[in-house]
């Protein structure tokens, strides 16, 4: 697996865009980025993943460089309910998932 | 759809006591995978079920074992537990499409599982 480094928190006010980084410099030309994350009490939910291309969904976006050794994922309108710990994952088994620390994103009003 | 749940909630255990936790997981899905996840951590691998076999296994030891019935439920069984086991529990499902596809894992809530 591609090791992962996140920073350790993040505060975003809530309306505005969040942009929460991750370096995957290890990351090999067939291993995807999954994005996941786990509010508090919660299970991990899964957000989104790519592999070169830039892609969106409903939840959020996600930009890989072009070297695809670093991503950044970005919620557009950050709210309260984001509040929680995401984790950017570059695993070489989808089925094992190796969840790092991850970065605690904190919504502010 | 009621998603991936798990049973119990919470559970209090002694050292050198055993534990099974349920899950059962979201309706059309196959597989399932446990994962533990200690207080300021993240989740970690411990194995994953399909077709009622373990088919892959993360770093844990043989105290770590389970099961996966007909109905693609689960279990997840510690036996002579020690107080590095308290954690969060929690369970993963997903419908296995074979390699080369990925369907994203629903977790459940988890089950908090304290040692004294």
């Known amino acids: 697996d591609a090791k992962t480094t996140q920073p350790p928190s993040m505060d975003c006010a809530e309306g505005r865009a969040a942009n929460l980084p991750c370096n995957h410099s290890?990351?090999?030309?067939?291993?995807?980025v999954y994005w996941y994350r786990q509010i508090h009490s919660q299970g991990p939910q899964y957000i989104i993943h790519?592999?070169?291309n830039n892609e969106t969904n409903e939840m959020a976006s996600l930009i890989i460089t072009e070297d695809r050794k670093s991503s950044t994922l970005i919620l557009p309108h950050a709210t309260l309910r984001d509040t929680a710990v995401y984790y950017c994952?570059?695993?070489?088994?989808?089925?094992?998932?190796?969840f790092g620390t991850g970065t605690r994103l904190q919504v502010f009003p | 759809d009621a998603g991936v749940t798990q049973s119990p909630t919470h559970l209090i255990k002694t050292r050198g006591q055993q534990v099974t936790l349920r899950c059962s997981p979201k309706?059309?899905?196959?597989?399932v995978s446990w994962y533990q996840q200690a207080l300021g951590q993240g989740p970690q691998f411990i194995f994953q079920?399909?077709?009622?076999?373990?088919?892959q296994r993360g770093n844990f030891p043989d105290r770590f074992s389970g099961h996966q019935f007909p109905n693609y439920s689960s279990e997840l069984n510690v036996n002579a537990l020690l107080l590095g086991d308290s954690a969060l529990y929690l369970c993963?499902?997903?419908?296995?499409?074979?390699?080369?596809?990925?369907?994203?894992?629903?977790f459940g809530p988890g089950t908090r599982l304290t040692v004294l």
């Open positions: 993963a499902s997903r419908q296995f499409v074979g390699s080369g596809t990925y369907n994203e894992q629903f």
């Open positions: 290890t990351i090999s030309g067939n291993e995807y």
């Open positions: 790519g592999l070169k």
């Open positions: 994952i570059a695993p070489d088994n989808t089925d094992k998932l190796i």
């Open positions: 309706s059309g899905h196959d597989t």
């Open positions: 079920y399909y077709e009622e076999e373990e088919r």
